[in-house]
């Protein structure tokens, strides 16, 4: 099975911040990397698919990249709603496997 | 509007059963591979299956093969999963996911159902 680790496991910012978390996969994934937002209470919503595309109706100021076994997530100006558990999963094998999550927190 | 409302999960002694479905409005049913993911409390996000869009495709995660069976009813815009032998450790909120895209080339999960808990206690 393929390992997503991302870093850091939690993260505190200020709104207008800028944040990146990185996501490792075990190996190589070409560019097969999402990344999605969770809310307390809520279902995960999709952000970033194949490691830079930009799912329909995300703000701009998520964005992601890298490729092979090392991607990043950026969020640039940090808005209120931003503050949630970040996850990457790696889409090229089976099983489909996760990051173990990134919370991210108000300062 | 996508929709994917899960229902089926509850209270269930070690041991037993529980058939999950969940319900699809807003798309061609039919043109889409979908998934199963659980999430256990305060933890993080499990993959568990996948079936495609015509059933011909069908996988699961080791940790629950041989005890939990996706299938789906293209007629009536439904998923299903069949979960047996349930432990103490399955107890989670159960999600299905849409599969958009190639399963060979970057499937991603872009709209998700709110939920289903499955709580395995005696």
């Known amino acids: 099975d393929i390992q997503m680790t991302q870093s850091p496991s939690s993260l505190s910012a200020s709104v207008g911040d800028r944040v990146t978390i990185t996501c490792r996969a075990s190996?190589?994934?070409?560019?097969?990397l999402n990344w999605y937002q969770q809310k307390p209470g809520k279902a995960p919503k999709l952000l970033i698919y194949t490691a830079s595309s930009l799912q329909s109706g995300v703000p701009s100021r998520f964005s992601g990249s890298g490729s092979g076994t090392d991607f990043t997530l950026t969020v640039n100006s940090l808005q209120p709603e931003d503050f949630a558990t970040y996850y990457c999963q790696q889409s090229y094998s089976i099983p489909r496997t996760f990051g173990q999550g990134t919370k991210l927190e108000i300062k | 509007e996508v929709h994917l409302v899960a229902s089926g999960g509850g209270l269930v002694q070690p041991g037993g059963s529980l058939r999950l479905s969940c319900a699809a409005s807003g798309f061609t049913f039919s043109r889409y591979a979908m998934n199963w993911v659980r999430q256990a409390p305060g933890k993080g996000l499990e993959w568990l299956s996948y079936?495609?869009?015509?059933?011909?495709?069908?996988y699961q995660a080791d940790s629950v093969k041989g005890r939990f069976s996706i299938s789906r009813d293209n007629a009536n815009n439904s998923v299903f999963l069949q979960i047996n032998s349930l432990r103490a450790e399955d107890t989670a909120l159960f999600y299905c996911?849409?599969?958009?895209?190639?399963?060979?080339?970057?499937?991603?999960?872009?709209?998700w159902g709110q939920g289903t808990l499955v709580t395995v206690s005696s």
């Open positions: 996911a849409r599969g958009f895209g190639s399963f060979d080339y970057g499937e991603f999960l872009d709209y």
């Open positions: 190996q190589t994934i070409n560019n097969y």
């Open positions: 079936i495609s869009a015509d059933s011909g495709m069908i």
